[in-house]
């Protein structure tokens, strides 16, 4: 019988990219057009059933965090990934970051990072933010302003996206982060995450 090594756990052990920031690495949690709000349990690695949106709204893209991350909440970096169709949960997948949409989530920071799927030809040129049609943007704003509404949890969304500079900073700032909580100090300059 084989012998059966540790699985691996999507957020710490899935390479980041080899051209981060520019191109990063994305799990994605929740696929477009579901009510499912599925998110990865911390301690497991595994996908878990979180809860089913309380509106009548969906995803309006795909959904899920970037490896090796950490932010001031105490979770990976969430990302937003927009391509042409929905994928299954907990696979992951090459972006482009190129914006950011600032969010407050019950009082607390909770931004979420805007990529293209790298490999998406719909997305292929798209670099940052302001290319996308506005009415896309509102869509994304509208989502988020919406989606725990009825679960009486309040969200407030910033009126203006910043574009990629300011979104591959956040993943640096990010990536930073995670190093100083989880990769010891004697191997932080050698890290090749």
Request: net charge negative.
């Given at each position: 019988?084989p012998?059966?090594?540790?699985?691996a756990?999507?957020?710490h052990?899935?390479h980041?990219?080899?051209?981060?920031?520019?191109?990063?690495?994305?799990?994605?949690?929740?696929?477009?057009?579901?009510k499912?709000?599925y998110?990865?349990?911390?301690?497991?690695?595994?996908?878990?059933?979180?809860?089913?949106?309380?509106?009548?709204?969906?995803?309006p893209?795909?959904?899920g965090?970037?490896?090796?991350?950490?932010c001031d909440?105490g979770?990976?970096?969430?990302?937003?990934?927009?391509?042409q169709?929905?994928?299954?949960?907990?696979?992951?997948l090459?972006?482009?970051?190129?914006?950011?949409?600032?969010?407050?989530?019950?009082?607390e920071?909770?931004?979420k990072l805007i990529?293209?799927?790298?490999?998406?030809?719909e997305?292929?040129?798209?670099?940052?933010?302001?290319?996308?049609?506005?009415?896309?943007?509102?869509e994304?704003k509208?989502?988020?302003e919406?989606?725990?509404k009825n679960e009486?949890k309040?969200v407030?969304?910033?009126?203006?996206f910043?574009?990629s500079?300011?979104?591959?900073a956040?993943?640096?700032?990010?990536?930073d982060?995670?190093?100083e909580?989880?990769?010891?100090?004697?191997?932080?300059?050698?890290s090749?995450?």
């Amino acid at each position: 019988m084989p012998v059966r090594g540790a699985a691996a756990h999507p957020w710490h052990d899935i390479h980041v990219g080899d051209d981060a920031p520019n191109v990063i690495n994305a799990v994605i949690e929740i696929p477009r057009g579901s009510k499912v709000k599925y998110e990865l349990d911390k301690a497991t690695g595994m996908c878990y059933v979180d809860r089913i949106l309380y509106s009548s709204v969906v995803y309006p893209h795909n959904y899920g965090f970037i490896p090796k991350t950490l932010c001031d909440d105490g979770d990976p970096l969430d990302v937003l990934v927009l391509m042409q169709e929905a994928v299954t949960p907990m696979c992951f997948l090459r972006v482009r970051p190129i914006g950011v949409m600032g969010m407050l989530d019950q009082g607390e920071g909770d931004d979420k990072l805007i990529a293209v799927h790298a490999d998406d030809p719909e997305y292929k040129n798209v670099t940052d933010i302001s290319q996308l049609p506005p009415h896309r943007l509102k869509e994304i704003k509208r989502f988020f302003e919406d989606y725990k509404k009825n679960e009486n949890k309040e969200v407030a969304v910033d009126e203006l996206f910043r574009g990629s500079v300011e979104a591959k900073a956040i993943v640096n700032h990010s990536f930073d982060l995670y190093k100083e909580h989880y990769v010891p100090k004697k191997n932080r300059n050698e890290s090749k995450m």
